[in-house]
């Protein structure tokens, strides 16, 4: 089991950085899939990034080139560093965990554990 904790989000300019932050507790995140998901008003959930236990990526095709989901197993904290930014990016950003294989790793069913979220606006 685990327990997430995400920040850094914020408002920041079109084109514009932000690096978003999961702090885990409980298991080593190492063994876990991982992934972000985004979700903006009267939108359903959507799947952002995510990181096999394996180690391999997949990432959305919209913010791919842009986003960069990471991990440093030694302080259990998960990362999502996102360039680039633009306003179609802004929503609600959380992160997820399995300790399962998943057959879609960027479709949230099957993500047990979740954290609060972290806001992410992107405006002039």
């Known amino acids: 089991e685990v327990h997430l904790v995400e920040s850094g989000g914020g408002s920041v300019q079109p084109g514009g950085s932000l690096r978003l932050t999961c702090v885990a507790s409980?298991?080593?995140?190492?063994?876990?899939?991982m992934a972000w998901f985004r979700q903006t008003p009267g939108r359903d959930r959507e799947g952002i990034a995510c990181?096999?236990?394996?180690?391999?990526?997949t990432t959305e095709p919209s913010v791919r080139g842009r986003f960069t989901i990471s991990k440093d197993v030694i302080t259990n904290t998960l990362f999502l560093q996102m360039d680039r930014l633009k306003s179609e990016d802004s929503g609600m950003y959380y992160c997820a965990a399995s300790q399962f294989e998943l057959a879609d790793c960027l479709f949230d069913i099957g993500y047990r554990y979740w954290g609060q979220g972290t806001q992410v606006t992107v405006s002039q």
């Open positions: 409980g298991d080593t995140i190492d063994t876990y899939w």
């Open positions: 990181l096999r236990a394996g180690g391999r990526i």
